[in-house]
């Protein structure tokens, strides 16, 4: 496979450089600056991009910023000076860089850096189509599932389609990867299957649970793993459906992880379960309108979940809970998307 590179340069020296040093094996398109960059962006699929950081008009860390919108795929290097440690930062905190070179560099060296870097990426691509692969072969096995928790909660109709589809909405806003959106997805659908081995009498019981029922409750994180594990190909999906209930704050179980040990996504599904859970009816008690269920979120801050995801969930809440409704009286729908 030939793969699409896209060399960022003010100086022409540079760029012709480039080109020598990996015409034979990449197709390479060059620009001297950021916005001539996001215009090749816009019209052409880039696999990886490579920007110097002091440029006229807009900086490397800038234009690999902004190109995140436009090619989110796409891996990012970054070639910058000796003085540049903060640009180096900040590209590592805003950009995702996947490498920096520092100049002056090597081609050999630089062609190593290269070759590495497409191999992963090519790897996040199977990855992903394995995912997608996942996804058709057991959707049919999916809506059975989601469909005998249904029928154990009669007060829960459609939670698991409702719940994939906040996530879905929150994490497109997250801008996360189309490998972790298909992720998000299966795991969303999945996050609650261990309630099937739940007595209905506790999942439907009036009043609040007691703390030994509360116990009963919290093992349908390990049941569902268990169901999932054997299937070495969801791996990925297992371990968002093991911490889907770890807190922010590290008090949730069944590891008690917190802050970034808990996987993004599980932190996703962890909002978007919560405010489904307020806003309906429950056995033991009335739904919470919308607008009281944004502001329980708010509280949660810190303790039960990340800033910055309920941040996401309440920028499209508003619009996708209309969405969600639709989505769940379709008996066969497929996708979430």
């Not at 329980?296 to 920028?315: S, Y």
Request: glycine share 6%; net charge negative.
């Amino acid at each position: 496979m030939r793969y699409n590179i896209l060399v960022v340069d003010d100086e022409e020296n540079n760029l012709q450089l480039f080109i020598r040093t990996f015409r034979k094996k990449y197709e390479v398109f060059t620009a001297k600056t950021g916005i001539a960059a996001l215009d090749i962006l816009k019209n052409n699929k880039i696999d990886l991009i490579i920007s110097d950081q002091r440029m006229p008009e807009m900086e490397g860390v800038e234009f690999l910023k902004q190109s995140m919108d436009i090619s989110p795929e796409s891996v990012r290097i970054l070639i910058t000076g000796y003085a540049d440690a903060n640009a180096i930062i900040n590209a590592i905190n805003t950009v995702k860089i996947h490498r920096y070179i520092k100049k002056p560099w090597i081609p050999e060296d630089l062609i190593n850096v290269v070759d590495a870097s497409l191999e992963l990426y090519q790897l996040n691509i199977d990855n992903q189509q394995l995912t997608f692969d996942l996804k058709d072969l057991f959707s049919g096995t999916i809506t059975a599932i989601t469909e005998a928790l249904d029928a154990k909660d009669p007060y829960t109709f459609g939670r698991s389609k409702r719940v994939t589809y906040y996530s879905l909405e929150t994490g497109k806003y997250l801008n996360l990867s189309d490998t972790l959106l298909s992720e998000l997805e299966l795991a969303g659908l999945l996050h609650d299957i261990g309630m099937i081995g739940i007595s209905e009498s506790i999942i439907n019981k009036s009043e609040m649970l007691e703390s030994e029922e509360f116990e009963i409750i919290k093992k349908h994180v390990n049941t569902g793993v268990k169901i999932l594990e054997e299937i070495k190909q969801l791996e990925s999906v297992v371990n968002i459906v093991r911490t889907h209930h770890e807190r922010y704050d590290g008090s949730g179980y069944p590891f008690g992880l917190k802050g970034e040990e808990i996987p993004i996504c599980a932190r996703i599904i962890a909002v978007a379960d919560a405010y489904d859970g307020i806003v309906s009816d429950r056995a033991y008690r009335k739904a919470v309108s919308h607008e009281a269920a944004k502001e329980e979120l708010k509280k949660e801050i810190g303790t039960q979940f990340d800033g910055g995801i309920v941040d996401a969930f309440l920028a499209v809440i508003d619009e996708a809970r209309y969405k969600a409704d639709l989505i769940c009286s379709e008996p066969d729908n497929k996708s979430q998307e």
